[in-house]
């Protein structure tokens, strides 16, 4: 069995966004909203999360140069929080991941991992077909360790 439990893959799978947790080079975490896209477990595999450096607004032109690049490439260790609020505090619930990050390039020598990428952000998040995707990094997460609660569990 992998490191994420059915509900915790179920969870994870009705999620829309995510928040990316970085360490930037003060040693302090850095935050952002991400969105994501998972690669199935296989063969007893760790999962994979993967989230694009996309087209939307930025404040440079270059993605490799944003703040989330650079610390990931400084320590590749990075977390993931996905939770989900309800006015209803027993529907209240939130999963903690945490993992490996790197940097896919399109041209890089996981071309076939890039490529994957693409296809299942562009299925997960149909916004993406208007976006050149093949042409940019994309972050691949490979999550270690999953932790989660919910007011109301369901078993």
Avoid: N
């Amino acid at each position: 069995m992998g490191i994420l439990t059915p509900d915790q893959r179920a969870f994870l799978s009705a999620a829309r966004t995510a928040t990316l947790a970085t360490i930037d080079a003060q040693g302090r975490p850095r935050l952002v909203p991400i969105c994501f896209a998972m690669r199935s477990e296989a063969s007893g595999e760790d999962p994979v999360l993967y989230t694009p450096l996309d087209e939307k607004p930025k404040r440079g032109s270059d993605v490799r140069g944003l703040a989330r690049v650079r610390d990931i490439l400084a320590v590749p260790e990075v977390a993931l929080l996905i939770d989900h609020w309800d006015e209803d505090w027993l529907q209240l619930a939130w999963l903690r991941l945490s993992g490996t990050a790197e940097l896919l390039e399109p041209d890089g020598p996981d071309i076939a991992a890039h490529a994957e990428a693409v296809g299942l952000l562009r299925a997960r998040y149909p916004q993406y077909a208007m976006h050149a995707l093949e042409s940019l990094p994309i972050i691949r997460v490979r999550l270690d360790r999953a932790l989660g609660w919910e007011a109301t569990p369901r078993s």
